[in-house]
């Protein structure tokens, strides 16, 4: 009677089980607090008990959705973040992208010390830049309680430039070369040959451009005052400081607006993840 053999590197039954087993544990424990987040926007009264973690159809309502609806609007603020972040990406995407790509295809003097400028951007921490760049944004140039102040420190982003140029690095220049060859501009070259190859890179760049402004509160906080042009997570900041505590459900109505700020994002991330694969760049090139 013939055993089959092991194909070396793979996995044994009991090893296989031990890996599934620690992935779901591991899995539950990253959920296990947006599912709390949830299961507590919905309880009548707050239970912070063992018992809380599971749902209790008579400690089950939405008032607390409707109670901070009341006070802050969460539609507008939702349309505001939107703006905000939708703005933020946009810039983001088109300017790192170009920037990236100079920096890794074209050639040019100083490219080099334009990069290391780059890197050293990223050392700097935003809250250092935040007033000077308020005096200057609010006062300089009178965008204050605009959405334009609230976007325009945001529109570059140094780590998307990074991104792009690693990406764009790995892409053999034999074929940009072919493109320019056949009478294509550098911007034909960066629209049809290099963008369709970096799809994992111009996600990532989405995401992370996306997550920062969508619950960015202390800047937008800064430039407006008017509450109808403040995002969501400034709203929800001040609501938690001010007003939960009036509020027949503070907990719960604070949970409540949690879950409608932090939806949108794992809805992104849930449309987006099919993309994050590797391409086999190489592929297009003989040889």
Do not use: C
Not at 59 to 84: C, D, K, M, P, Q
Not at 201 to 229: H, M, Q, R, Y
């Amino acid at each position: 009677m013939s055993t089959k053999r092991r194909v070396p590197g793979e996995l044994t039954r009991g090893q296989a089980a031990l890996r599934g087993t620690v992935l779901a544990l591991g899995a539950l424990l990253f959920l296990f607090p947006f599912y709390y987040m949830v299961i507590g926007s919905f309880q009548t009264t707050p239970d912070t008990s063992i018992a809380g973690i599971f749902p209790n159809p008579s400690n089950i309502t939405g008032a607390n959705y409707v109670a901070i609806n009341e006070r802050i609007n969460l539609f507008t603020g939702l349309v505001n973040s939107g703006i905000f972040a939708g703005a933020v990406v946009v810039g983001t995407i088109l300017f790192g992208m170009v920037t990236g790509y100079a920096l890794a295809v074209l050639k040019w003097r100083g490219r080099g010390t334009t990069f290391a400028i780059v890197l050293l951007v990223q050392v700097v921490p935003f809250q250092l830049l935040m007033i000077p760049l308020y005096v200057m944004i609010a006062r300089d140039y009178g965008l204050g309680d605009t959405h334009a102040g609230m976007i325009l420190p945001f529109l570059i982003n140094s780590t998307a430039v990074v991104i792009f140029r690693q990406y764009f690095l790995q892409i053999p220049k034999e074929m940009f070369d072919a493109a320019r060859i056949d009478g294509a501009s550098e911007l034909r070259v960066l629209r049809q040959v290099a963008i369709p190859l970096v799809k994992p890179a111009l996600v990532t760049v989405i995401l992370i451009s996306f997550i920062g402004p969508w619950n960015e509160f202390l800047w937008p906080f800064l430039i407006t005052k008017d509450s109808s042009l403040q995002p969501l997570a400034v709203s929800l900041a001040n609501y938690m400081t001010t007003i939960a505590s009036s509020t027949t459900n503070p907990f719960g109505s604070m949970l409540a607006g949690a879950v409608v700020l932090a939806a949108p994002i794992v809805l992104l991330f849930i449309w987006f993840q099919r993309y994050f694969v590797s391409t086999d760049i190489g592929s297009g090139v003989k040889g």
